[in-house]
C-alpha cells in the first residue's frame, strides 16, 4: 500500500492534469484553468510594491549590494511560490483532490512563508507603495513602537510555536476544512490564516537574536513531530474525514481514501523532514558559535 501510495505521489497531478480531463465532463473540463481574481490583484500590487522599492533601495547600497540580491532572490522565490499554489490550476484541483490542496498548503507554509521571511521584505514593500498603499498599511498598523514591540513578543519562539501549532491543527478539523471547500470566504481565511501563522512561525526561527537560538530547535523538533503526526493520522485512518472529497476523486483516478492517504503522506513526508532538516542546521550553527564565543574567551583569557 505504501509503495503504491508512493507512486500516486508522483504521477498524481500529470496524471490527473492531462489523462482523464478527457472523461470530465465539457463543464469541467477547462474549470481547472480558473484563478481567484482577489489572489491574483494582491499578488501583483505586491510585485509592484516590491519591484519599486528595490530598485530604490538600490540605488542606495554599496557595501551591503551581494546581501540585498540575496535577499531579493528570496523574495521572487516566495512570490512565485505563492502565485504558483494560489492563482494555478492547483488551487481548483485542490478543491476536488485532498492530495492536491496537502500540495498547496505545503507550498505556502514551508516554501513561501520561509523564503518571504528570509527575504526581510517590510521595508522594501513599504518603500515601493508609497502613495497608494503604505498610507493604508500605516492607517491598520500605526507607527508606534508598541506595535512593533507586540509583534516581536508574538513571533517569540513560544508564541510562534503555539500559533503554528493550533493554526494547523484547528483548520484541519473536518468541519473547518469542509467549510473552506463550500465557501469562498472561508477558502480564503484559510489561505491567509495558513500564510500568517507560518509567517510567525518562521519570522520566530530566522529573525530573532541568537539568545533563542535553542528556542528555535526544540521549536523546529517538536513541529516536525505534531505536523508529522497529523499526516500519520490521516494516512492510516481507515474512514474519510473531509466529505466534499468523497464525490469529486474518481474522475482524477483517486478513490477517496487513497486521496487522503496520498495528502497525508504529503504532510507526513516532506513537512517532516523539513523540520527536522531545519532544526538540526540550526542545532549545528548554535554549536559553532558557542565554540567560536568559547575560543574567543581563550584568546582573551590567555592574553
Known amino acids: 500500500m505504501t509503495i503504491r501510495l508512493v507512486c500516486l505521489l508522483l504521477t498524481v497531478v500529470p496524471y490527473s492534469a492531462f489523462a482523464h480531463v478527457v472523461n470530465m465532463p465539457l463543464s469541467s473540463q477547462y474549470g481547472f484553468l480558473a484563478i481567484d481574481p482577489v489572489s491574483a490583484l494582491l499578488l501583483l500590487i505586491i510585485a509592484i510594491c516590491y519591484f519599486r522599492g528595490s530598485r530604490k533601495i538600490g540605488k542606495r547600497l554599496v557595501s551591503k549590494q551581494q546581501q ?9 522565490g516566495g512570490w512565485l511560490t505563492l502565485a504558483i499554489a494560489l492563482v494555478s490550476p492547483i488551487d481548483t484541483i485542490g478543491e476536488q483532490l485532498f492530495s492536491v490542496h496537502m500540495v498547496q498548503h505545503e507550498m505556502l507554509m514551508m516554501i513561501a512563508a520561509p523564503l518571504l521571511v528570509l527575504s526581510r521584505p517590510e521595508q522594501t514593500i513599504l518603500l515601493g507603495g508609497q502613495g497608494f498603499i503604505t498610507p493604508i498599511i500605516h492607517a491598520f498598523t500605526g507607527r508606534s513602537s508598541r506595535m512593533l514591540g507586540f509583534y516581536r513578543k508574538l513571533a517569540s519562539p513560544l508564541w510562534g510555536w503555539l500559533i503554528h501549532f493550533f493554526g494547523l491543527w484547528l483548520w484541519h478539523l473536518p468541519f473547518l476544512l469542509n467549510a473552506s471547500l463550500t465557501n469562498s470566504w472561508v477558502h480564503s481565511l484559510q489561505h491567509a490564516t495558513f500564510l500568517l501563522i507560518a509567517w510567525v512561525f518562521w519570522y520566530s526561527i530566522f529573525r530573532l537574536d541568537k539568545s533563542n537560538s535553542m528556542s528555535a530547535v526544540i521549536s523546529l523538533f517538536t513541529t516536525g513531530i505534531h505536523a508529522s503526526l ?3 493520522l490521516l494516512t492510516f485512518s481507515p474512514s474519510i474525514w473531509y466529505s466534499p472529497y468523497a464525490h469529486t476523486t474518481q474522475q482524477w483516478g483517486l478513490s477517496p481514501i487513497e486521496d487522503q492517504q496520498l495528502g497525508g503522506l504529503i504532510m507526513w513526508m516532506p513537512a517532516g523532514i523539513i523540520f527536522i532538516l531545519a532544526a538540526l542546521v540550526t542545532l ?8 567560536e564565543r568559547s575560543g574567543m574567551r581563550e584568546g582573551v583569557s590567555d592574553e
Open 284 to 291: 549545528a550553527r548554535l554549536l559553532q558559535s558557542t565554540t
Open 230 to 232: 497529523l499526516g500519520a
Open 68 to 76: 540585498y540580491r540575496r535577499q531579493t532572490r528570496w523574495f521572487w
